[in-house]
């Protein structure tokens, strides 16, 4: 599996941008995790917290085999943080080119 990672807040084509990724990793024959749609499914998921939806990102960034960086990656401290989790538990971290 693998996970999708970059920034949400403050980016207004989050859900666009994720979706592509996640499409383009699927054409790959990739089983995909997008955090976005995680989070969605969620009972009252526009109440959550930014440390709440974390947790859950987190949960399903442990499970997984890869996880892929977009661009904008570095500009998102919960990206940066997944990065770093996905390195200490030896997720292999593919950057988008």
């Known amino acids: ?20 990724v996640e499409l383009f ?6 089983q995909v995790i997008n955090p976005v ?3 969605m499914e969620q009972k009252d998921y ?5 440390k709440q939806c974390m947790s859950v990102d987190v949960a ?15 500009r998102s401290p919960g990206a940066r943080i997944e990065r770093k989790i996905a390195r200490l538990f030896g997720i292999k971290v593919i950057y988008e080119k």
């Open 1 to 20: 599996m693998i996970y999708i990672s970059g920034k949400i807040t403050g980016n207004p084509n989050f859900k666009r941008d994720f979706e592509k």
């Open 46 to 50: 526009l109440r959550f917290t930014w």
């Open 25 to 30: 990793l699927q054409s790959q024959h990739k």
């Open 60 to 74: 399903k960034l442990i499970l997984c085999d890869e996880i892929f960086m977009m661009k904008n990656w570095r």
């Open 37 to 39: 749609k995680i989070i």
